[in-house]
């Protein structure tokens, strides 16, 4: 079984998460987690997808962290994860820095510095 195939209905991920359907579709809305959608309307959720709603809910839950800071943290941790095994020290580090901006741009933009 392939880890991103989309096997489990909104209702059985509900149920591995212990989530509520809105807050799924919530997440859905905020780009955290995207669904497949293979036939109409219907969410179908792949392990991967899982996983990363599990990685959130301890995030929003043990740690506090907002819709916000949930898109820095899995931001970052995306671009780690395509970077690891392949990537040298100095382009992990440019990625932590480009994310580390990435932070920094809505506080300058409000005059906040």
């Keep these: 079984?392939?880890?991103d195939e989309p096997l489990y209905t909104m209702a059985v991920?509900?149920?591995l998460t212990g989530m509520h359907p809105q807050t799924?579709?919530?997440y859905?809305?905020?780009g955290l987690i995207?669904?497949?959608?293979?036939?109409?309307?219907q969410r179908l959720y792949s392990?991967?997808?899982i996983q990363r709603l599990k990685r959130i809910q301890y995030l929003v839950e043990e740690?506090?962290?907002n819709v916000a800071g949930l898109e820095l943290a899995l931001g970052m941790t995306d671009r780690l994860e395509l970077l690891q095994g392949d990537s040298s020290?100095?382009?992990m580090q440019v990625a932590i820095d480009d994310v580390g901006l990435m932070s920094r741009k809505p506080a300058e933009a409000e005059g906040v510095a």
């Design 1 to 3: 079984m392939e880890h």
């Design 13 to 15: 991920a509900v149920r």
């Design 24 to 26: 799924l579709r919530k």
């Design 28 to 30: 859905e809305k905020a």
């Design 34 to 41: 995207t669904p497949a959608r293979p036939s109409g309307n």
């Design 47 to 49: 392990e991967t997808d």
């Design 63 to 65: 740690k506090g962290v």
């Design 89 to 91: 020290r100095g382009e």
